[in-house]
């Protein structure tokens, strides 16, 4: 899809709904994989699940921020039209990207137990924590795999085939999950090879989708030229810090759930799982600006960069909106689909309800930025992140839980999400990022001036 022409309001909803479909399936995979272990194992092997996936998502964080900068890379070499260049970063990238998810691998897998121990994981779900890590820690290079090959196809714009690999991944996740936790008495470890399992299929799905496309894509492992090994690390490292900055920062918040004991953690961990569903339109619309920004900037309409804007903030105003309202509404019986602790329960309908009323302001801080990250300013993204979680919302959830208790935390994130869309739409709108060049070896075209 081409970006660079045509209406955008009909681009931007037909090019965003295969990444939301693809986010919620993504999201699913580990929904399904938690209702499968919360239903047969307990609420212990949740919260145990619940703490393993979140050291996860942090240990991958920085691969994963190093993948995300591919989107915009791609995208603005699309945009200039420049198919040269693309075959040498994709080369350079399958490097970088390979050798880095082997090394967080082996590492992950070696100090699982180290990594819980700082977390202040309770001891009654020490090991089955322990043993979910070490096994999912298995599946990091068919995990970073197919997110870049997706990642690479949607910044070219087809947001369509991505959706495929994971729609794979999904369903098979879903029927293993069960046969190996009950069928081969695996138990939370079978939850973790399940998932391995998935995405190692959707991996070689995704490369022989890729040796079916006549060449079009070269997919081969290169070392880069300087000037290109530049630009990848110059985007790659600050996105890899974004994600440790922000999964850190839930890490952190995690630590504090953990000190209200057992059933505020398996609570926490519902809603966790349901708050990682009901962001995906923000996310999806995020990324398909960031996209269409960047095709734009490499083509030099800087007009249609704004309204690309316009229209991704009067979409997450209208849909995150309503889902903070049926949210209210139908919070209780979402939190019961995966625990029934009544302690637990009630923590977390409290924790959705509060936090609900702030999610218009979170989804702008995703528009805003994904604009910004389409010039390719992302020291700039990673300041406002850090102000966004360590200056904000961490220290506002402690301070609320020391005045409130456990219920104390979802308000203080919130008040945080609200704080930081300010900073957003304030750098946005007078911050430098139009000025930023991104391949500086080329005659790629400057901002407006």
Known sequence: ?????????????????????????????????????????????????????????????????????????????????????????LGGFVLILGVLSLIVGVAGHAFAESLLVVLNTPAPIMEEARGYLQVSFLG??????????????????????????????????????????????????GAAWAVVLAQAAAFLYSLWYLARSSGRYRLRPQRPKFAQLRTILELGIPSGVQMIVIYAGMTVILSLVNAFGADVVAGFGAAQRLDSIILLPAIALGTAVNAMAAQNIGAGQWGRVEQISRVGVLHNVGVMTAIAVVLLVWAEPLVRLFIRDEGSVAFGVSYLRTIALFYPFLGLNFIFNGVVRGSGAMVQVLALNIISLWILRVPLAYWMASLYGERGIALGMGIGFLLSSLFSAAYYRWGGWRDRQLFRESSAPAGPG
């Open 1 to 89: 899809m081409d970006f660079t022409r045509g209406s955008i309001p009909p681009k931007l909803f037909r090019f965003s709904l295969p990444i939301l479909l693809a986010n919620l399936l993504q999201a699913s995979m580990q929904l399904v994989n938690g209702l499968w272990v919360g239903n047969l194992l307990g609420s212990e092997a949740f919260a145990a699940v619940t703490v393993g996936t979140t050291l996860l998502v942090v240990v991958l964080a920085f691969v994963l921020g190093m993948n995300n900068a591919t989107l915009t890379i791609f995208a603005q070499l699309r945009g200039a039209g420049d198919g040269r260049a693309i075959d040498a970063y």
């Open 140 to 189: 990091t290079v068919f995990l970073v795999g197919y997110n870049f090959i997706g990642t690479m196809l949607r910044a070219f714009g087809d947001s369509r085939t991505p959706l495929y690999f994971v729609l794979l991944a999904t369903v098979l996740a879903a029927i293993i999950t069960p046969l190996l936790i009950v069928g081969r008495g695996m138990g939370v470890n």
